[in-house]
């Protein structure tokens, strides 16, 4: 756990800062800055856009009875994907780009799907509470 905090709150914003560092001495300051800003409004937007749509989708299949299982998944990684476009830094873009795009997403989702059903049988992500 304490390796996955370091690489969250250290590792992760000084590789962002490298990269808007180095994309401001290719590009310049100022234009280095309106990218930041317009990644944060396209994320915003097209965050919103995919987010509606996995809603759209998950009452659609609650009203036919179904279990919204593989949507939620998707509800999860569309937030994940908004917050690191909302986020400044290039490579968190990226990544919340392809969390955002609904082709990507689903291979994201099917490798999500594989792990959990791993820490799953491993014992390690209990799905009911256990009885002492």
Do not use: C
């Amino acid at each position: 756990m304490f390796r996955i905090l370091l690489i969250l709150f250290i590792v992760a914003p000084a590789v962002e800062l490298w990269g808007i560092i180095q994309v401001g001495k290719i590009i310049g300051g100022w234009n280095t800055l309106a990218l930041v800003i317009l990644t944060g409004f396209l994320g915003a937007w097209l965050a919103k856009r995919q987010g509606l749509q996995v809603l759209r989708l998950v009452q659609l299949q609650l009203s036919r009875g179904q279990m919204p299982a593989e949507a939620m998944l998707d509800g999860i990684l569309v937030l994940a994907g908004g917050i690191l476009l909302t986020s400044p830094g290039f490579f968190g873009d990226l990544l919340g780009l392809l969390l955002l795009i609904p082709y990507t997403r689903m291979i994201v989702r099917h490798l999500v799907k594989q792990w959990l059903w791993k820490q799953i049988s491993t014992g390690r992500i209990y799905l009911f509470f256990r009885r002492r």
